[in-house]
T-cell receptor, first 110, second 115 residues
């Protein structure tokens, strides 16, 4: 059974700092890994999708890496802003099912 | 291009009742997946529909069911509601489903409260 773990559960940083969120999964047989952002009480917004054959994806200030063999992914956020405050979830997909981590709640202080 | 639309946004039901939630995917998307999100269990996969057929199912009791129509809109039904069914129910649409190259887009969710 696939299990996804995200560390830390919560993170508070001052504005402008670079930060890394971690995601680990137990079964390396995945099709892709996706990072999402969720604001309180809202749905999920897709940030980056990394296919199993890829090593990283970039979008603006965000960079996600994937090491399938070690079961790890990181989301790097550069020059953090208060608007980045949200919960970040990673999900791995295989054979039509997605397994989500519990998320990291990020607070960026002005 | 309209996003994924879920209705209603909020719902309050009594134990024992049944409820139907609706999800309209992005135009052209044929796969709809449903998830339950609770503070204790996180996001859990319920089921996925593709071209009107249930293609994948999570580990939920038979009280949870769904269907998909020819226009790809999907409904989820929960019968004999229990207090523990209180959750945010999210649906996600994608072109072909959670396979190799597909990205999932989520709706805003339906907040169900069972009293």
């Amino acid at each position: 059974k696939q299990e996804v773990t995200q560390i830390p559960a919560a993170l508070s940083v001052p504005e402008g700092e670079n930060l890394v969120l971690n995601c680990s999964f137990t079964d390396s047989a995945i099709y892709n890994l996706q990072w999402f952002r969720q604001d309180p009480g809202k749905g999920l917004t897709s940030l980056l999708l990394i296919q199993s054959s890829q090593r990283e994806q970039t979008s603006g200030r965000l960079n996600a890496s994937l090491d399938k063999s070690s079961g790890r992914s990181t989301l790097y956020i550069a020059a953090s802003q208060p608007g980045d405050s949200a919960t970040y979830l990673c999900a791995v997909s295989y054979a039509g099912k997605s397994t989500f981590g519990d998320g990291t709640t990020l607070t960026v202080k002005p | 291009k309209a996003g994924v639309t879920q209705t209603p946004r909020y719902l309050i039901k009594t134990r024992g009742q049944q409820v139907t939630l609706s999800c309209s995917p992005i135009s052209g998307h044929r796969s709809v997946s449903w998830y339950q999100q609770t503070p204790g269990q996180g996001l859990q996969f319920l089921f996925e529909y593709f071209s009107e057929t249930q293609r994948n199912k999570g580990n939920f009791p038979g009280r949870f069911s769904g269907r998909q129509f020819s226009n790809s809109r999907s409904e989820m039904n929960v019968s004999t509601l229990e207090l523990g069914d209180s959750a945010l129910y999210l649906c996600a649409s994608s072109l072909t489903g959670d396979l190799m190259n597909t990205e999932a887009f989520f709706g805003q969710g339906t907040r169900l409260t069972v009293v």
